[in-house]
Every structure is written in C-alpha cells, then in structure tokens.
C-alpha cells in the first residue's frame, strides 16, 4: 500500500531533550515536507526537500533540524525541545509540484 | 508571499443542504490550487486541484471547486452534503517556480447535522 509512515504517533517529553520524529515513503517520490498544524493557524511548512541531500527552510524553520540522506526517509530533530514546540506534525510526499502531497497520519507532539 | 484565506472557521450545515467553502489566495501569474480534507484524527486527502484548462474541477466525494482568476477564488461547493462530509477542509496554493512550498489556509470546520 502507498502511504507516508511517521512515528511516533504520540510523544510527551520534556523541555531539552533531544528528539526525532521519523518519516517514511514507500512511493519514490523527490519531494518531501514536514508541516505543523496548530488551531486556528492551520498547516505551516517547516521545511522541504526536493531530492536527496537537498532541503530548504519553509515558513517556520527555527527549533528544527531536518536530514535527507536516503530517497525514501526526512525525519524531523528537535534538537532542544521546548513547549511552544507542543503540536501536531505532519509529514508529506509527493512527485512534485503538480500532484500534490500524500500525508501520514501524523504525531501529536507535547513538550512539558 | 504566498497566502491563502478561508475566512470561515467553521459552517454548519443540514444533511442534503449545499454547501460553499471559500478560498481566497494572493495574485501572482500562475497558480496551483489545492483543496484538501481532514477527517478527525487523520492525516489530510487530497479532494481536488486545479492546474490549468478548465475552471471547474471535480474531485471525490461529489465534490467541485471552481478557480476564478479575476477574484482570486477558488471555492468548494457540493450539492448536497452528508453527516459523513463533516470534516476540516483546507485549502492551498502553490506558486510556479516555488518547487515543494505548497501554502495552506487557516481550514474550514464543516458540521453536517440531521
């Protein structure tokens, strides 16, 4: 089955400490997106990439660390966790900018 | 800037009544427009989008959205809906030449009720 894989599904940590949130596509496809979605903001990119070893800022960048080493992977890092980072996160695929993005399911994220 | 405006939160509706979802974006010269649904507790599926060609589009569902380049518009609209519609819609736009950034709106909370 086609789809986007993120874990995990629901993390409660603590200010500081280090984490990493994976996703994974099964799909091939180049582009890849971590986006936040908080009430009443709606969905905001925090970063993308177009192909391997190759990521750019989106709208909200600061506080995270993104990797593209591998074609099928993007994890997302929360070096220093801090609970303004309290959301829930989604990652996307997608061939490009013409087919939009196949999303997984989501983390739901709290940082006390 | 890429920007996208779902100025309703929410629209509640009764079972088989139509219903409209407003979308507006920022000008630009060529634009990709998306319409996205989010049932509670999963990730967002893609409805519709429009590339270019004709300005009415369908999607799943029964549903249509409809581009209007003078307005800047692009809204949603179904006939008739069910309480299985009930649901978080979004909508976004995507710039050429902007590769991956695909900007959303704030959502629309739709109720579908008896």
């Known amino acids: 089955e086609a789809q986007v894989t993120q874990n995990p599904r629901y993390l409660i940590t603590v200010t500081g400490k280090k984490l990493t949130v994976t996703c994974s596509q099964n799909?091939?496809?180049?582009?890849m997106s971590w986006y936040r979605q908080d009430p009443g903001l709606g969905l905001r990119q925090i970063y993308y990439?177009?192909?391997?070893?190759?990521?750019d800022k989106g709208d909200v960048p600061e506080g995270y660390k993104v990797s593209r080493k591998e074609k099928r992977n993007f994890p997302l890092i929360l070096e220093s966790p801090s609970p303004n980072q309290t959301s829930l996160y989604f990652c996307?695929?997608?061939?490009?900018?013409?087919?939009?993005?196949?999303f997984g399911s989501g983390t739901r994220l709290t940082v006390v | 800037a890429q920007s996208v405006t779902q100025l309703d939160s929410q629209v509640p509706v009764f079972e088989e009544a139509p219903v409209e979802l407003r979308c507006n974006y920022s000008?630009?010269?060529?634009?990709?427009l998306f319409w996205y649904v989010q049932y509670p507790n999963q990730g967002l599926q893609l409805l519709l989008k429009?590339?270019?060609?004709?300005?009415l589009v369908k999607g799943i569902n029964g549903f249509e959205a409809e581009f209007n380049k003078s307005q800047t518009s692009f809204h949603l609209r179904k006939p008739s809906v069910h309480i299985s519609d009930t649901a978080e819609y979004f909508c976004?736009?995507?710039?050429?030449?902007?590769?991956?950034?695909?900007?959303f709106g704030t959502g629309t909370r739709l109720q579908v009720t008896l």
């Open positions: 799909m091939n496809h180049e582009y």
């Open positions: 429009y590339l270019s060609g004709s300005t």
């Open positions: 976004a736009v995507s710039y050429t030449g902007t590769a991956s950034k695909l900007t």
């Open positions: 990439s177009m192909n391997v070893e190759v990521t």
């Open positions: 996307a695929s997608s061939y490009g900018q013409l087919y939009g993005y196949t």
């Open positions: 000008s630009s010269v060529s634009v990709y």
